[in-house]
């Protein structure tokens, strides 16, 4: 928060209107003289060393500067002087001059209140503090002629009149204030078209309509190769994060059901699990986000076309709906943000006969034995939930698990996931797969090779690649529109998600050098409309963000794994304090003590900043959220120490770190 | 908020529960229920409709709604001809339940001539929707 606020007290009795009368007895006085010098000279600049000039509101002076200095955004106040200029004419010049203009009085809480209106808004504005000048009484004479209203505050917006204190907050609360405020001065269709009703898509496009525009999002998923398809959220809602871990939430209650009996439940030794039925209900759940989504849109009066969009040129695309029906729509700015798909290995068999994340969330049957191929941390999460519900589930990686991510602890969510029934095939990679047999599922021939040369045959019921994903930028006609791409087909972008053409932006998965997270993309869409529109200057933070892996157990973490940090400040610099731990639900279930780990990679040099935040455990996602926050403010590994455990947690192991990697010591787990 | 609401109900489960077919027929074989096609098909047989007409606005993928829906065939199915029922399924027509405001669902309008004469939001008991159906007939 901005040092902005001006409290309105004592003046507000109950009962008064929501504008303040004129004290004024004066009569309808015009002064004709010295009307020249509007001509002359500029009262209309803002002041800028001439603080406490008479007529300038004096109690927002000094928030003048700090709002200057603070994100770029301003309030002015002008002008200096009224005196002997001819009162009509200095309404007529106010209005014609300022794009938000308030003839006010210093001491009317209401004219504070919609001044701390626009101040909210970050909407420049010029005030006339009318009890403040000496022809205060008779430039009100000249408001009540021109507008028909004698009290202050009197608003006017881009030369409209508006009226007092009431209409202005009421235009606010519909929606209609700050569309008056921002009206384009182009000719396009829209301000702004988003291409792409992805997570940061839709947080784009809200925002800029919250702020004013006219906006419109382009959302069409290309069915994928076994025709599945979905409806307005992107890869997160439908195919991504929520299904995922709705998924993951039912292997975890399988786990538990078995836990119960250790706790005393009469849990049968077995329990079948009804695979149709998760996936009905989780689809049911997606469906009421995707009507959300449109409800949502429809309210901030954003237009969704259910279309394909291509550039034609840098500020036209064209629209193909599913019907074949084409759209030629032109827009002021665009954002890119069309998201990525699953990649498909280039074998023989691959797009008829395997799925992927696209598909696996609602397959209508049982996959069966399943196939998982490639390291990534969609892969690792989708066996580590199939095995959990009970399915024989093998992965097969090229290389290293989790490339990318920490891999000391990569490397333990292999063995925890071995030891629970997913089998791993390391050092291959497909090139073959054939269909032997029909059916829901059927069955399929994988052939692999493995780095040696030899040959690994298997048959599974349902094979998932999950080898990558890239870029939806292609088949969008980019080119001609001129953005740059990088090798990875990503879009280029500047510092403020600029890319190449200044008025097309890119955010989430598309985006070269950022992070394939939704919350990222949701900051980055809602900040960028900010900047945009609001003229705000804070960019999206992509250090230090947080995220976490839902595989069996969950791995949380936040900042520089080890392997980066000691690329980044040296192995000397770095030490790194870790711990196995069981968490005390483990105990009774009678699970394994040691294969929860938390670590923490701290800068010898910098007073021992954490870099690096590590977990992998039960709920990790829970815990490394609150942590984070540690990371972004730059606490060092003594306020770690300090802090004070909540007992008996899981999280309160970061407050008790007391062993380097480098002393050798054992971090096995020692109860309580 | 609206979106808490239809998480709430969606979170209901109902198996079995049938859904309405088109050319449902009454006792005396007229059609009183019928599916809403498009924009135009509403227009037609809803706005443009001589007899009073509740609207069923659900989705495929609300619980409530597959509950709700033989409760107002049954009800709506013994006024004989009084009243007929549309059915929209707002995947489906979709700019016409945002249109109605249609947030949550299911949620079930009463039109007569043409407007909106009373509405309801999420499933509720046979006898008020008896009594919803009277208030727009005039029984």
């Given at each position: 928060m901005?040092s902005?606020?001006?409290?309105v007290?004592?003046g507000v009795?109950?009962g008064?209107?929501p504008?303040?009368?004129?004290?004024?007895?004066y009569?309808?006085?015009?002064h004709?003289s010295r009307?020249?010098?509007?001509?002359?000279?500029?009262?209309?600049?803002?002041?800028t060393s001439?603080?406490?000039?008479?007529?300038?509101c004096?109690?927002?002076?000094?928030?003048v500067g700090s709002?200057?200095s603070?994100g770029g955004?301003f309030?002015s106040m002008?002008?200096?002087?009224t005196?002997?200029?001819n009162?009509g004419e200095?309404?007529?010049k106010?209005?014609?001059?300022?794009?938000?203009?308030i003839?006010?009085?210093?001491s009317?809480?209401f004219?504070?209140?919609i001044?701390d209106?626009?101040k909210s808004?970050n909407?420049?504005?010029?005030?006339?503090?009318?009890?403040q000048?000496?022809n205060?009484?008779?430039?009100?004479n000249a408001?009540?002629e021109?507008?028909g209203?004698?009290?202050v505050p009197?608003v006017?917006i881009?030369?409209?009149?508006?009226?007092g204190?009431?209409?202005?907050?009421s235009l606010?609360t519909?929606?209609e204030?700050?569309p008056?405020?921002?009206?384009s001065?182009?000719?396009?269709?829209?301000?702004?078209v988003?291409?792409?009703g992805?997570?940061g898509g839709?947080?784009?496009?809200k925002e800029?309509?919250?702020l004013?525009?006219k906006?419109a999002?382009c959302?069409?998923v290309t069915p994928?190769?076994?025709g599945t398809t979905?409806g307005?959220g992107?890869?997160?809602?439908n195919?991504?994060?929520i299904?995922?871990?709705?998924?993951?939430q039912?292997?975890?209650l399988g786990?538990e059901?078995k836990?119960?009996r250790?706790?005393g439940?009469?849990?049968?030794?077995?329990?079948?699990h009804?695979w149709?039925?998760?996936v009905?209900?989780i689809?049911n759940?997606i469906?009421s986000?995707?009507?959300?989504?449109r409800v949502a849109?429809?309210?901030k009066k954003v237009d969704y076309?259910n279309?394909?969009a291509?550039?034609?040129?840098?500020h036209?695309?064209?629209t193909v709906d599913?019907?074949?029906?084409?759209?030629?729509?032109t827009?002021d700015k665009f954002?890119v943000a069309?998201?990525g798909?699953?990649?498909?290995p280039?074998?023989?068999?691959?797009?008829?006969h395997?799925?992927t994340?696209?598909d696996?969330?609602?397959?209508?049957?049982a996959p069966?034995?399943?196939?998982?191929?490639g390291a990534?941390?969609i892969?690792l999460e989708?066996?580590g939930?199939?095995?959990?519900?009970?399915?024989d589930?093998?992965?097969?990686v090229?290389?290293?698990?989790?490339?990318?991510?920490?891999?000391?602890?990569?490397?333990?969510?292999?063995?925890?996931m071995e030891?629970?029934?997913?089998?791993?095939i390391?050092?291959a990679v497909?090139?073959?797969i054939?269909?032997?047999?029909?059916?829901?599922?059927?069955?399929l021939?994988?052939t692999?090779?493995?780095?040696?040369?030899?040959?690994?045959?298997?048959e599974?019921?349902?094979?998932?690649?999950?080898?990558?994903?890239?870029?939806c930028?292609?088949?969008i006609?980019?080119?001609?529109?001129?953005?740059d791409?990088?090798?990875?087909g990503k879009?280029?972008?500047?510092k403020?998600?600029?890319?190449?053409?200044?008025?097309?932006y890119a955010?989430?998965?598309v985006?070269?050098g950022?992070?394939e997270?939704?919350p990222v993309?949701?900051q980055?869409?809602?900040?960028?409309a900010?900047?945009l529109?609001r003229?705000?200057s804070?960019?999206?933070?992509?250090?230090?963000v947080p995220?976490?892996?839902?595989?069996?157990?969950?791995?949380?973490?936040?900042?520089?794994?080890e392997?980066?940090a000691i690329d980044k400040?040296?192995?000397d610099?770095i030490?790194?304090y870790?711990?196995?731990?069981?968490?005390l639900?483990?105990?009774?279930?009678?699970?394994?003590?040691n294969d929860c780990y938390?670590?923490?990679?701290c800068?010898?040099?910098?007073?021992?900043?954490?870099?690096g935040?590590?977990?992998?455990?039960?709920?990790?996602?829970?815990?490394?959220?609150?942590?984070?926050?540690?990371?972004?403010l730059?606490?060092?590994?003594a306020d770690?120490?300090?802090l004070i455990?909540?007992?008996p947690?899981?999280a309160?192991?970061?407050t008790?770190?007391?062993?380097?990697?480098?002393?050798?010591?054992d971090?096995?787990?020692?109860?309580? | 908020m609206?979106?808490?609401t239809?998480?709430q109900a969606a979170?209901v489960?109902?198996?079995?529960?049938s859904i309405?077919t088109r050319g449902?027929?009454?006792?005396?074989?007229r059609?009183?229920?019928f599916?809403?096609?498009?924009?135009?098909?509403?227009?037609?047989?809803?706005?443009?409709?001589?007899?009073?007409?509740?609207?069923?606005?659900?989705a495929?993928?609300c619980?409530?709604?597959?509950l709700?829906g033989?409760?107002l065939?049954t009800?709506i199915g013994?006024?004989g001809?009084?009243?007929?029922?549309?059915?929209?399924?707002i995947?489906?027509?979709?700019?016409?339940a945002l249109?109605?405001?249609?947030?949550?669902?299911?949620?079930?309008?009463?039109v007569?001539?043409?407007?909106?004469?009373?509405k309801f939001?999420?499933?509720?008991?046979?006898?008020?929707?008896?009594?919803?159906?009277?208030?727009l007939i005039?029984?």
């Amino acid at each position: 928060m901005r040092s902005v606020v001006v409290v309105v007290v004592g003046g507000v009795r109950l009962g008064l209107l929501p504008r303040c009368s004129t004290t004024s007895q004066y009569s309808r006085h015009i002064h004709t003289s010295r009307a020249s010098v509007w001509a002359s000279k500029s009262y209309f600049r803002r002041p800028t060393s001439v603080y406490g000039t008479v007529g300038v509101c004096g109690s927002n002076i000094k928030v003048v500067g700090s709002l200057e200095s603070a994100g770029g955004s301003f309030v002015s106040m002008a002008p200096i002087t009224t005196d002997n200029i001819n009162p009509g004419e200095v309404v007529d010049k106010s209005i014609a001059q300022n794009k938000v203009m308030i003839f006010s009085k210093s001491s009317c809480p209401f004219c504070l209140k919609i001044k701390d209106l626009f101040k909210s808004l970050n909407v420049e504005y010029v005030a006339l503090e009318l009890d403040q000048i000496n022809n205060g009484a008779e430039i009100q004479n000249a408001l009540l002629e021109k507008s028909g209203q004698r009290t202050v505050p009197n608003v006017y917006i881009n030369g409209e009149h508006i009226g007092g204190a009431d209409k202005t907050i009421s235009l606010h609360t519909q929606g209609e204030l700050l569309p008056l405020i921002n009206k384009s001065s182009h000719s396009y269709d829209y301000d702004m078209v988003v291409i792409g009703g992805g997570s940061g898509g839709l947080a784009a496009s809200k925002e800029s309509a919250n702020l004013g525009m006219k906006v419109a999002v382009c959302d069409f998923v290309t069915p994928t190769p076994k025709g599945t398809t979905w409806g307005l959220g992107g890869t997160c809602v439908n195919v991504g994060c929520i299904p995922k871990k709705l998924m993951h939430q039912s292997a975890i209650l399988g786990g538990e059901l078995k836990d119960s009996r250790e706790y005393g439940w009469d849990t049968p030794e077995t329990v079948t699990h009804d695979w149709g039925r998760m996936v009905e209900a989780i689809q049911n759940h997606i469906g009421s986000l995707n009507w959300g989504y449109r409800v949502a849109l429809r309210e901030k009066k954003v237009d969704y076309l259910n279309a394909y969009a291509t550039f034609t040129d840098p500020h036209t695309i064209k629209t193909v709906d599913r019907r074949g029906k084409e759209k030629i729509i032109t827009s002021d700015k665009f954002l890119v943000a069309t998201g990525g798909r699953p990649r498909y290995p280039d074998i023989p068999g691959a797009k008829d006969h395997t799925i992927t994340s696209d598909d696996i969330f609602s397959l209508p049957h049982a996959p069966g034995k399943t196939l998982l191929v490639g390291a990534s941390y969609i892969s690792l999460e989708c066996a580590g939930f199939l095995a959990g519900l009970g399915y024989d589930t093998t992965v097969m990686v090229r290389s290293i698990l989790l490339r990318g991510f920490d891999q000391q602890i990569a490397e333990k969510i292999g063995t925890y996931m071995e030891q629970h029934g997913v089998k791993f095939i390391r050092g291959a990679v497909p090139t073959n797969i054939e269909k032997i047999e029909e059916g829901t599922p059927g069955k399929l021939r994988v052939t692999a090779k493995t780095t040696d040369g030899e040959e690994v045959v298997g048959e599974y019921n349902t094979v998932v690649v999950a080898i990558g994903r890239d870029p939806c930028t292609s088949g969008i006609g980019l080119e001609n529109a001129g953005v740059d791409l990088a090798k990875n087909g990503k879009v280029v972008v500047e510092k403020g998600e600029q890319s190449s053409v200044p008025h097309i932006y890119a955010i989430g998965d598309v985006m070269e050098g950022g992070l394939e997270l939704t919350p990222v993309a949701i900051q980055a869409g809602r900040l960028l409309a900010r900047r945009l529109y609001r003229k705000d200057s804070l960019q999206t933070d992509y250090v230090n963000v947080p995220t976490t892996v839902f595989t069996p157990l969950e791995y949380g973490c936040c900042g520089l794994s080890e392997e980066a940090a000691i690329d980044k400040y040296g192995e000397d610099d770095i030490e790194v304090y870790h711990s196995s731990y069981q968490p005390l639900e483990f105990t009774v279930a009678h699970r394994p003590e040691n294969d929860c780990y938390a670590k923490l990679v701290c800068v010898k040099s910098e007073n021992e900043k954490v870099v690096g935040f590590h977990i992998l455990g039960p709920n990790a996602g829970e815990i490394t959220q609150g942590f984070s926050i540690g990371l972004k403010l730059g606490a060092t590994k003594a306020d770690f120490d300090n802090l004070i455990g909540i007992h008996p947690t899981a999280a309160e192991i970061f407050t008790t770190l007391n062993i380097t990697k480098r002393s050798g010591k054992d971090v096995s787990a020692q109860g309580c | 908020m609206f979106t808490r609401t239809i998480t709430q109900a969606a979170a209901v489960r109902s198996r079995g529960g049938s859904i309405i077919t088109r050319g449902l027929g009454t006792t005396r074989g007229r059609t009183a229920a019928f599916h809403v096609q498009d924009n135009d098909d509403f227009q037609d047989r809803v706005l443009n409709s001589d007899t009073p007409v509740v609207v069923d606005f659900h989705a495929q993928w609300c619980g409530p709604c597959k509950l709700l829906g033989p409760r107002l065939e049954t009800i709506i199915g013994g006024k004989g001809e009084k009243v007929h029922l549309a059915k929209v399924d707002i995947d489906n027509v979709s700019d016409l339940a945002l249109d109605y405001g249609v947030s949550a669902v299911p949620s079930v309008l009463a039109v007569k001539d043409g407007k909106v004469v009373d509405k309801f939001v999420g499933l509720q008991e046979e006898s008020r929707i008896e009594a919803f159906v009277n208030r727009l007939i005039g029984e």
